[in-house]
């Protein structure tokens, strides 16, 4: 007897609804990777995030699971608190790159000093989405935006900041991975990648981050199939994929 | 600290931080500044005792947003810092007022404007009672004059958070957090406290809960204005609290708050020794503030207020008063001092008919 079983369906967390992201953005493609992991985990019902401020402050409208939305850039502070509170509990922040790496680097740096167990996933588009279009930290050098409109200068604007290198030399931090979601291959690695920074956080071991690169056509002023392409040909040699800390080579 | 119905001899900023273990505190996230230290250098030494938190942040916005989360999550918590820390954690204090958070946040009193000095002031009166932080919200905020009253209010301070949803503050002053009384820890009595079925656990068997502050549509802004104005006038109805000392047949009233009404208390006795009769009203409360005992203790009366600041309660007096009395001012600042001689010399110029 043949049994049909639907193999692909809604996770669970994901709540039914249109999300308000603009096409070809890469939040909706993050926030069910985030849903399967939770699903696939078993931890909804012990699971805490936190939205950040920006282009994805709605997170909580999409993730059927217990949530706060933090103040900007303060997340980590916020998740450090409700984890002191609930050391059994899961807990995740969900950051833009204006959120972690500008108005909140002392926070995301000191929860990674710390060891703070908690998850962050960091959506790096080198842009400013919400407000539309201004420069990140993470904005390349000759990118154009709102408030770079010749292009970013290091002379006038500074370099971009590499997040997950930086936070690699931190002893708290034991996961650290950077992905992207521009091509069915990349999206399941960055599946991979963030359900292992949840395991890390489970088995006690540390603070765990993702960073994902993410396109906003949007804000590039672009097409969304020249912004997956933009993903590889310019964020990602300047943003190395890979993984830059596992608990393993910790051991070593 | 073992027995809890024995005097012990503590400054004030030690006697908060027991109080606060004794509500039944145990998460606090600080960071250091004068002249309030001694608060997180307790709680560092208890909190382990105590099974609790303890934790340094990196910043005092750090600290606050720490606060969020355990308030969030359905702790009791609390932080302390001075003028400077506390104006750091404005943004914080704001998001707690809107997502209706309770929490304890101690401010100690140091000399502004900006880094000032780090002796005793009150000049964050209007920081701690008109706002502080952006939007229309308001803390609890309670002044207390002594150590002792530093523990009760401290007590209380949580049992009145939670009952309210709301941030409430404990406003002391360098000189009350740093000297030494005997205090006493005495609950107060157990206070019948809404259940935190809003609190941030993981869903488990019921509705996801979500804490969140943002509210793009303004009717359902508005509506959030609207319900916590109710909860403010509930407060101000049902919260106020004032000392009124030696006023019945007062020819002059003094208002003051924390420190300086003990200071005014020793000018009254000598003023009366000298035939001058003086009384005080004395607002524990600053939000909400006693209007109405301010109003009846002043009657027509001159009035002088004395604060540790260029004029900041004194609006608040002139607004119970609306004009019927004269309203004096005394004020020393930048970490200065009242003298209860300079107290006396004031009120006996106002008496004898000085402006």
Redesign the interface.
């Known amino acids: 007897m043949m049994v049909m079983v639907k193999a692909f369906q809604r996770p669970r967390t994901l709540i039914p609804r249109p999300t308000h992201y603009c096409p070809g953005c890469g939040h909706g493609i993050i926030h069910r990777i985030l849903a399967e992991v939770i699903d696939e985990l078993g931890i ?5 995030g ?2 950040p401020v920006g282009c994805s ?2 997170i ?1 409208q999409y993730l ?8 900007h850039g ?1 997340a980590p ?10 050391p059994d ?1 899961i807990a995740f922040t969900y950051q833009g790159d204006g959120d972690l790496a500008a108005i909140g680097t ?2 995301i ?2 929860a990674a000093g710390r060891g703070e167990k908690i998850t962050a996933i960091f959506v790096n588009n080198a842009i400013y989405g919400m407000t539309g279009g201004q420069m990140a930290p993470t904005t390349l050098i000759c990118q154009r935006t709102t408030t770079t409109p010749y292009g970013r200068s290091p002379e006038a604007a500074g370099y971009p900041i590499r997040v997950s290198e930086l936070l690699s030399t931190l002893e708290g931090a034991v996961y650290i991975e950077r992905v992207a979601v521009n091509s069915p291959g990349n999206v399941l690695k960055a599946k991979r990648a963030v359900r292992r920074a949840f395991e890390v956080q489970m088995e006690g071991l540390g603070f765990s981050m993702v960073e994902v690169l993410s396109p906003c056509p949007q804000n590039w002023r672009m097409s969304p199939s020249e912004a997956v392409k933009f993903v590889e040909d310019k964020l990602m040699p300047y943003y190395p994929l890979g993984v830059f800390k596992t608990p393993e080579a910790m051991e070593r | 600290m073992k027995a809890a119905e024995e005097n012990v001899l503590l400054t004030g900023n030690e006697a908060i931080a027991e109080a606060a273990i004794q509500a039944g505190c145990r998460h606090f996230f600080g960071y250091p500044i004068t002249p309030q230290s001694e608060i997180p250098e307790y709680m560092s030494r208890r909190m382990p005792e105590m099974g609790g938190v303890y934790l340094q942040a990196e910043s005092e916005v750090a600290a606050i947003n720490m606060v969020f989360g355990a308030a969030g999550a359905g702790a009791r918590v609390m932080t302390s810092s001075s003028s400077p820390g506390i104006s750091l954690m404005q943004e914080g204090i704001s998001y707690l007022a809107a997502a209706e958070l309770p929490c304890l946040i101690v401010n100690m009193m140091r000399g502004g404007p900006g880094l000032g000095g780090i002796q005793p002031s009150q000049s964050d009166y209007f920081q701690a009672t008109k706002g502080g932080g952006h939007g229309d919200y308001r803390l609890i905020v309670l002044a207390p004059s002594t150590v002792q009253e530093a523990a009760d209010l401290t007590m209380l301070a949580f049992d009145l958070a939670d009952m309210y949803r709301n941030p409430v503050m404990v406003l002391g002053d360098g000189y009350i957090g740093q000297m030494m009384e005997p205090v006493r820890f005495k609950r107060p009595e157990a206070a019948e406290l809404p259940p935190k079925d809003w609190a941030i656990t993981g869903a488990k068997g019921r509705p996801r809960n979500v804490i969140s502050t943002l509210s793009l549509d303004p009717e359902t802004l508005e509506a959030l204005n609207l319900r916590l104005h109710h909860k403010y006038e509930d407060v101000i109805r049902n919260e106020r609290r004032v000392e009124i000392f030696e006023a019945d047949d007062a020819d002059i009233i003094i208002a003051a708050f924390g420190i300086v009404a003990r200071i005014a208390k020793t000018a009254i006795r000598i003023l009366r020794e000298k035939g001058i009769k003086v009384g005080l009203v004395r607002p524990i409360t600053l939000f909400p503030f006693p209007y109405d005992a301010v109003s009846k203790a002043a009657d027509d009366l001159n009035v002088l207020v004395v604060e540790m600041n260029m004029g900041q309660m004194i609006e608040d007096v002139k607004l119970g008063i609306r004009g019927r009395s004269e309203v004096h001012f005394y004020g020393r600042t930048g970490g200065m001092v009242p003298s209860y001689e300079e107290i006396v010399r004031e009120v006996e110029r106002i008496h004898g008919g000085g402006g």
Not at chain 1, 44 to 48: H, L, Q, Y
Not at chain 1, 64 to 71: L, R
Request: aromatic letters at 6%; charged letters at 30%.
């Open positions: 909804r019902e012990r699971v805490a936190s939205a402050a709605l909580h059927d699971c217990d949530m706060y939305e933090a103040a303060r502070a916020v998740m450090t608190g409700f984890k002191r509170v609930h509990k002392a926070e740096v000191h």
